[in-house]
């Protein structure tokens, strides 16, 4: 009913920035707060930041709080992070998410009900 493609990611050096784009179709209607999450090589799924699709408030992981931002385009149905000053341990696969029953954005992973497939981000010494 909702489709989540994320893309966007890729390699860079440590210091560089990165724009990832978060594509909504089937019913974008019914969704408003949308989340990116983060899994890193043997850790489990972390909330990075979260914007609202309608008022573009937005909440951030205390991780990445002054170097990623979020927003969107709802003419294009699309959600993006920006990510300036990558480090090494941003290093992850990149997850955006999509909730059909709020409006502000939530960090906790189960309030999300869509998923998209993740793109890499690999961040380089």
């Known amino acids: 009913q909702v489709q989540l493609v994320e893309s966007g990611g890729g390699l860079v050096q440590a210091g560089g920035s990165l724009r990832l784009s978060c594509a909504i179709s089937?019913?974008?209607?019914?969704?408003?707060?949308m989340g990116w999450f983060r899994q890193a090589p043997g850790k489990e799924r972390e909330f990075v930041p979260g914007?609202?699709?309608?008022?573009?408030?937005?909440i951030y992981a205390d991780s990445v709080k002054g170097r990623f931002d979020s927003s969107r385009d709802n003419t294009k149905n699309t959600v993006y992070l920006q990510m300036n000053g990558l480090k090494p341990e941003d290093t992850a696969v990149y997850y955006c998410?999509?909730?059909?029953?709020?409006?502000?954005?939530?960090?906790?992973?189960?309030?999300?009900?869509?998923w998209g497939q993740g793109t890499q981000v690999t961040v380089s010494s």
């Open positions: 998410a999509a909730d059909r029953d709020r409006s502000y954005p939530s960090s906790v992973r189960s309030d999300y009900d869509y």
């Open positions: 089937g019913r974008t209607f019914s969704v408003n707060a």
């Open positions: 914007i609202s699709r309608s008022s573009g408030n937005q």
